[in-house]
């Protein structure tokens, strides 16, 4: 009941309605419940952390750890409002060094939802067993002396119908789980952490030395071997981290994480350095991709401007934002720490030359056995082959006909067409030509599937392994049958019928970035089309593989056939020209 002496407007709300007043500040959603159990854990010195969820959260959310664990009466108090064990006075609140001190994150839960609690520490002989129900603490009993705390959460919302009913549904808010647990990992890779759903292990990284080792474990190897490492420091605040070179940047923005003294967080200041870093050297349609850790000496960063401390800010956010621009800046440009994994490159640099041009059969020549190549592709300074001059010199080309020159670097096509003289980037120009066509038919319904050989075998971790079987179905109307194998393996069946050899383990990486996007994205083109520019990126020719001229020449006609479009799905581009004016003016011609 309110409470009013009568003479006024203004009331004092109820104890209980305060609590769930707060509890809506704190608590928005179950991975909320779990982030505050995650911290409070962290905070306790924990090894190992182990959170079992069911139902999304709604029915269950159980963390258990083996950290220092609570006295009787901390245990008792830790549910009352504003109780502490990281802050002594107000000045505390500007150089805080652990997770969280938020006294309302336990209280808040508690108002909620039921909690049963069972924690002992190191020296007690006997351990704690409480239940809080509508925020009292309730029975108080003796347990077995288990170190650490194990913390309960049950019927959740139950007594907030309005809050539960804006809930997602299970798969969403359990990959909201799914996301607290990855951040916490890769802010913490000392500890280990196990996460199940309704009995299922979703995930579990072990403990490991670098954060090098913990991303490795958290996202796909590719992330890796296609990042720079990064390193900066200004006076009372440093950078360190992985951030993917932009040649390999695509349309996906995961992962973006950025974290302060270990705390994931979200920085205006630091994602517009991280942009501005970035500028110029990514095509269109493409976004950074990065894993940051930032240290800022405590006194000169807020973490208290959100209630669930998932924003920061600065007391110089311009220096902050000074030193991870630069440090973005000059690593694309070349400068500071060496590329940490330069030697394992992959995306369309990836592995050896391909033995065959990956065209249709009946459009590429068949090599004769010892027929002379226009320059010895065994020398490895050989980096410009061109083709035999012809015996009629300066003869006029016909309007439109295309004329293969040459190769540069392995990498880039050489070619008069028409009047024109143009360069070729042969990945992005094949790369194009496969996705219009995949995409083509597509929208005809006449995409269709060509069997493997032999499947291929791909292990994954749990929690991509679970959307590759909720989106199955889907797939299959791409012409891609990926089929479950045991817990975390699946089997690559088939793939759209047209394409070359693919890498099933390096596509389903990409595949997988893709496809994580899929509950944000309504429409069904939206969709599919990065799925398309996925296989055609892995089936096209790759940079580094020498090719005849005959099959330049194959190439440079299907490109212009699918209409000379300037960049790959991409962004990337695939061509630049020079016509004959211009080369007449760059040459002193013009006017003559």
């Known amino acids: 009941m309110l409470s009013t002496d009568g003479s006024g407007k203004i009331c004092l709300l109820p104890d209980d309605v305060v609590d769930r007043i707060a509890a809506g500040e704190v608590v928005e959603r179950p991975a909320a419940v779990v982030k505050e159990l995650l911290e409070n854990s962290i905070d306790a010195e924990s090894r190992s952390i182990t959170i079992e969820v069911k139902d999304g959260g709604l029915s269950l959310v159980r963390v258990t750890d083996d950290g220092e664990g609570m006295s009787r009466p901390d245990a008792i108090r830790a549910f009352q409002r504003h109780a502490t064990s990281k802050l002594q006075s107000d000045q505390d609140l500007w150089s805080l060094r652990t997770m969280g001190f938020r006294g309302e994150a336990l209280p808040s839960i508690a108002a909620v939802a039921h909690v049963r609690l069972l924690t002992a520490t190191r020296s007690a002989e006997v351990g704690t067993r409480l239940e809080v129900v509508g925020g009292q603490v309730g029975k108080v009993t003796d347990a077995p002396p288990v170190v650490g705390t194990r913390i309960e959460i049950t019927a959740l919302f139950e007594n907030q119908p309005a809050r539960k009913k804006f809930l997602k549904s299970v798969a969403t808010e359990s990959s909201h789980i799914t996301r607290v647990v990855q951040q916490a990992a890769l802010a913490w890779p000392s500890i280990q952490f196990r996460l199940t759903h309704n009995a299922q292990e979703v995930l579990n990284y072990p403990c490991v030395r670098a954060e090098r080792d913990r991303i490795a474990q958290v996202y796909p190897r590719a992330f890796l071997d296609r990042s720079l490492t990064l390193d900066g420091a200004l006076p009372g605040a440093s950078i360190h981290g992985y951030i993917v070179d932009a040649m390999y940047a695509k349309s996906s923005r995961i992962p973006q994480e950025v974290f302060v003294n270990r705390r994931p967080v979200r920085s205006l200041a630091v994602s517009h350095a991280i942009g501005e870093g970035y500028r110029s050297f990514l095509a269109k349609g493409c976004h950074p991709q990065f894993v940051l850790f930032l240290n800022v000496d405590p006194d000169r960063v807020d973490v208290n401007v959100h209630p669930t401390k998932r924003e920061v800010r600065f007391s ?13 800046r000059q690593r694309l440009s070349g400068e500071g720490t060496a590329k940490g994994v330069s030697e394992i490159p992959v995306s369309d ?50 309007s439109g006909e295309v004329v293969a020159l040459g190769q540069i670097n392995r990498t880039f096509l050489v070619a008069q067409v028409g009047g024109d003289l143009t360069v070729i980037d042969q990945h992005t120009a094949h790369e194009r030509v496969l996705y219009e066509r995949l995409y083509r038919a597509w929208t005809t319904r006449a995409l269709q599937a060509q069997p493997l050989l032999l499947p291929e075998s791909v292990d994954l971790l749990p929690v991509h392994a679970d959307v590759i079987r909720r989106y199955q179905n889907d797939l299959e109307k791409l012409g891609l049958e990926i089929e479950p194998f045991g817990a975390t393996t699946v089997l690559v069946r088939s793939i759209p019928v047209g394409l070359g050899p693919v890498d099933p383990k390096t596509f389903l ?17 939206e969709r599919v089309r990065p799925v398309l520019a996925s296989l055609a990126c892995h089936s096209a020719v790759r940079a580094g593989r020498p090719m005849k001229v005959d099959e330049i020449k194959v190439l440079v006609e299907e490109w212009r056939s699918e209409g000379e479009i ?27």
């Open 316 to 328: 110089d956010s311009e220096t902050i934002h000074q030193l991870v621009r630069r440090a973005v």
């Open 349 to 398: 640099r990836s592995g050896p030359p391909a033995a065959v041009p990956v065209f249709e059969p009946a459009q590429v020549p068949a090599s004769r056995s010892g027929e002379a190549s226009p320059f010895p592709l065994s020398d490895p300074a050989a980096q410009l082959a061109f083709v035999g001059e012809s015996s009629e010199s300066y003869v006029q080309v016909p």
């Open 509 to 525: 990486q990409d595949l997988l970035e893709d496809m994580s996007q899929w509950d944000r994205v309504p429409g069904l083109e």
């Open 566 to 592: 300037s960049t790959c799905p991409h962004g990337r581009r695939t061509s630049f020209r020079l016509s004959i004016e211009d080369l007449e003016k760059m040459f002193g011609r013009a006017g003559w």
